[in-house]
């Protein structure tokens, strides 16, 4: 018996290295699945926003991260729809006031139809700003434009492609 217990503690032993994956720091706070979320002011409907997986941490930055990806659908406070955003990871850095996303993004202006294809896209939200510092693609009807960089207010009101190398016709039969 003793020998038994010997060597179940001998097998026991961890090694330090391979347990730090699980310090407190690295795992979230809370995890959610299939996330609806509402954002309104007044009671009125400025944002749907669903995503499959939600992770908040509050070491070492409080943040809260969508790995899976996000689908947002943006109002005008009178339920109806203005835009939509979608893109396969997004993080937002809460004492920065940062939201990045990334992967895929694509913005579509359902008042007039215009889609931008990005890499990915900063809201600054202190500064209400939006921008990409990485090449797009807009498509407004038929005509496709490619740029550097891309900036707007964060109602996108006023939205700016820079460093445009053309703008394509593009007829689909």
């Not at 979230?28 to 400025?46: C, M, V, Y």
């Not at 992770?55 to 835009?83: A, C, I």
């Not at 109602?155 to 703008?167: D, K, N, S, V």
Request: with cysteine.
């Amino acid at each position: 018996m003793t020998l038994f217990l010997a060597c179940c503690l001998a097998a026991c032993g961890n090694d330090i290295e391979k347990t730090r994956i699980f310090e407190s720091h690295t795992l979230p706070d809370s995890t959610i699945t299939n996330a609806h979320i509402r954002r309104s002011e007044n009671g009125r409907l400025q944002l749907l926003m669903t995503a499959p997986l939600v992770r908040q941490y509050s070491n070492p930055e409080s943040k809260t991260e969508y790995p899976k990806g996000v689908h947002m659908r943006f109002f005008d406070g009178y339920n109806n729809p203005t835009g939509k955003l979608t893109a396969r990871y997004a993080v937002q850095y809460d004492k920065r006031q940062i939201t990045m996303v990334r992967d895929s993004v694509v913005i579509i202006d359902l008042r007039n139809g215009d889609t931008i294809y990005l890499q990915d896209l900063t809201w600054n939200q202190a500064e209400h700003r939006v921008f990409s510092d990485k090449p797009l693609r807009s498509k407004n009807g038929d005509r496709i434009t490619l740029g550097d960089r891309f900036e707007s207010d964060d109602e996108f009101r006023e939205p700016r492609i820079f460093h445009q190398r053309g703008t394509l016709e593009w007829k689909e039969e």
